[in-house]
């Protein structure tokens, strides 16, 4: 059974960080891209960052360049999000999603494995 289990979420203040992790189990994830995408109160789905299956590729939404950065460590089959600079927007669930290919697409239909999601909420 392949599972995806993220953690780190909780509650910042604006101007904060918040660490995401996101571990793969069931099977090896070392050829398929990672990515994270998040979902707010009322609102779709929406792409947040992703990296390709070799690191080499790396995309981030307008809306974090320069705040969020995403990484993986293959040995553990986690991939992770650091985010800086929290604003009140950032508020949202957080899903870590495996890719079916090797490329960091922005296209949620290009991922098929996906985690429970984790609560991110920053205050004003």
């Known amino acids: 059974q392949v599972q995806l289990v993220e953690s780190g979420g909780g509650l910042a203040q604006a101007g904060g960080s918040l660490r995401l992790s996101c571990e793969a189990s069931g099977r090896t994830f070392s050829k398929s891209s990672m990515g994270w995408f998040r979902q707010a109160p009322g609102k779709e789905r929406t792409f947040v960052a992703a990296v390709s299956w070799t690191g080499a590729n790396i995309a981030y939404a307008d809306s974090v360049k320069g705040r969020f950065t995403i990484s993986t460590n293959n040995a553990k089959n986690t991939v992770y999000l650091q985010m800086n600079s929290l604003k009140p927007e950032d508020t949202a669930v957080y899903y870590c999603?495996?890719?079916?290919?090797?490329?960091?697409?922005?296209?949620?239909?290009?991922?098929?494995?996906w985690g429970q999601g984790t609560q991110v909420t920053v205050s004003s």
């Open positions: 999603a495996a890719g079916r290919w090797g490329i960091a697409s922005i296209m949620s239909s290009d991922y098929n494995y």
